[in-house]
């Protein structure tokens, strides 16, 4: 066990006026770790991010498994014996055995914590390509391929996907050490014994907790678990609603322990030493899904920005030419996890006009912005350079639209407006959404504004699927123009 301490000035005054980013900025430098060693044996490293290099490691073993296992075939049959109309069937196998091992979740953190887990799936998918072909060549009659040659090609790669499963299970041991899943115990008023290769935080020694009125806490906490995958809350029966709602728009699995019948919307029970605990969440997507919407904005952002670059550098020209300041306009928003991030927009106002903190919406009459910028507003070129904050991974192409800290519904800022609004930040913010193809855009002038376009983003996190981005983003095209667009 690891024992983390916290020492963060807190702001006296809860007042979210007085939220400044550098008491923000303050409170987070001050987050230091006592037990020194904890960072020499990774403790705050993240997880997933060893955990995905042993995903590609075994996924590469694997394929190499089994083509491994068609070279010792070559030494038993002539290349023309394990070939079908001239083609051979390690082209056909190696796509067929991919999409196996991903259907069948054979890279994963189960697996990498049960090594008889991994070497069931992983012939799994070998035995159904196996199949396949097997059909395929009925089907086809491909009477020229040899049994023996397709015997030893499939019986090799089992053989050695078994003793790459053993190489991968040393592997994670060296890496991750024993406990497959990192997790953090967060204390809130309730002493708790910990679980070997846990990190302990204190955090109600610091009176942190996280109260939907402090975004600055939030933002602290929600970078304080970060790194792990599994949150464990220790916290007194008042704090509770407030860490459930917490956990819940958070992106890595949290769970309260649980000592009384008041489960706050739980989605499992589950268990922390020898008490019960209550599953807020799981994370909204698991790791094929996040490596499917990652690679679909890199692909996506990365061409959007080449495409886009004359239009881009003629818009920055004329942002200069008309106005002094600077081109990119930036401003902390709140991102994945309710983590703030800077966004980036070209600069459609007056420099010393501009609105930092979001507290004034942009009306149709507005006098602080300049010409060059309400014919970028009104066409939403404003918003090409979050095409960056794509790239960085702070965004997403599609995903709730984020907002800026002091963003009004009505005469309420939005966390106040909405009970539900901190629960949309379970993905990246998008640069469209499900609520701006629907038409709901512009000024929140009244809390209904907000609801609505809350509703439409937590329908957009129950319902995820590649296919309903890349919906989209085509139907985007129709709303670039809007007439809330100013």
């Not at 963060?8 to 007042?15: E, I, P, Q, R, W």
């Not at 008041?262 to 020898?274: P, R, T």
Request: glycine content about 8%.
């Amino acid at each position: 066990m690891h024992l983390l301490r916290l020492e963060l000035l807190l702001a006296t005054d809860k007042g979210v006026n007085n939220l400044k980013p550098d008491l923000i900025k303050e409170q987070r430098a001050r987050l230091r770790v006592v037990d020194p060693s904890a960072h020499e044996r990774g403790i705050l490293s993240s997880a997933r991010d060893k955990r995905s290099f042993l995903y590609c490691l075994s996924l590469l073993l694997d394929i190499l498994s089994l083509i491994g296992g068609y070279v010792i075939a070559l030494q038993w049959r002539d290349e023309r014996w394990l070939a079908a109309d001239g083609h051979s069937i390690i082209y056909v196998a190696l796509p067929l055995f991919i999409m196996f091992e991903i259907a069948r979740e054979a890279q994963d953190s189960e697996t990498l914590a049960n090594r008889l887990t991994a070497i069931q799936r992983s012939l799994g998918a070998l035995g159904a390509t196996a199949v396949v072909i097997i059909g395929m060549g009925f089907l086809f009659k491909a009477e020229e391929i040899s049994r023996l040659g397709f015997a030893v090609t499939f019986g090799a790669a089992a053989v050695f996907i078994v003793a790459s499963k053993i190489l991968i299970d040393v592997i994670a041991k060296k890496m991750i050490g024993e406990a497959v899943l990192s997790t953090i115990l967060l204390l809130d008023g309730l002493s708790v014994r910990a679980e070997p290769y846990a990190a302990v935080v204190d955090v109600g020694a610091d009176g942190l907790w996280p109260d939907l009125d402090r975004p600055d806490m939030i933002d602290t906490l929600s970078r304080l678990i970060a790194p792990y995958d599994r949150v464990i809350v220790a916290c007194q029966f008042d704090h509770r609603p407030a860490w459930a709602t917490f956990l819940k728009g958070h992106d890595v699995g949290g769970e309260i322990l649980l000592d009384r019948d008041h489960l706050h919307g739980a989605v499992a029970i589950g268990q922390y030493d020898d008490r019960d605990t209550i599953i807020l969440s799981r994370g909204p997507l698991n790791f094929m899904n996040r490596i499917q919407k990652r690679a679909l904005d890199l692909v996506v952002g990365s061409l959007a920005l080449m495409i886009l670059s004359p239009i881009l550098l003629v818009v920055a020209v004329a942002i200069k030419l008309e106005s002094p300041g600077p081109i990119l306009f930036r401003q902390m928003r709140v991102g994945q996890g309710n983590r703030q991030f800077r966004i980036f927009k070209f600069r459609s106002m007056r420099a010393e006009d501009s609105d930092a903190d979001g507290r004034r919406s942009t009306g149709r009459v507005d006098d602080r912005i300049t010409r060059v910028g309400r014919i970028i507003r009104r066409t939403s070129i404003d918003e090409l350079p979050q095409l960056l904050n794509v790239l960085r991974g702070e965004m997403s192409m599609v995903g709730p639209r984020p907002h800026a800290l002091g963003s009004l519904a009505g005469d309420a800022l939005f966390w106040r407006a909405s009970q539900q609004y901190w629960l949309r930040h379970a993905l990246k913010p998008g640069i469209t959404g499900l609520a701006q193809i629907r038409g709901f855009r512009g000024a929140t002038e009244h809390a209904d504004d907000l609801a609505r376009r809350v509703r439409c983003d937590l329908e957009y996190l129950s319902n995820w699927s590649l296919w309903f981005d890349v919906m989209i983003m085509l139907k985007t095209a129709r709303v670039v123009m809007h007439k809330n667009a100013y």
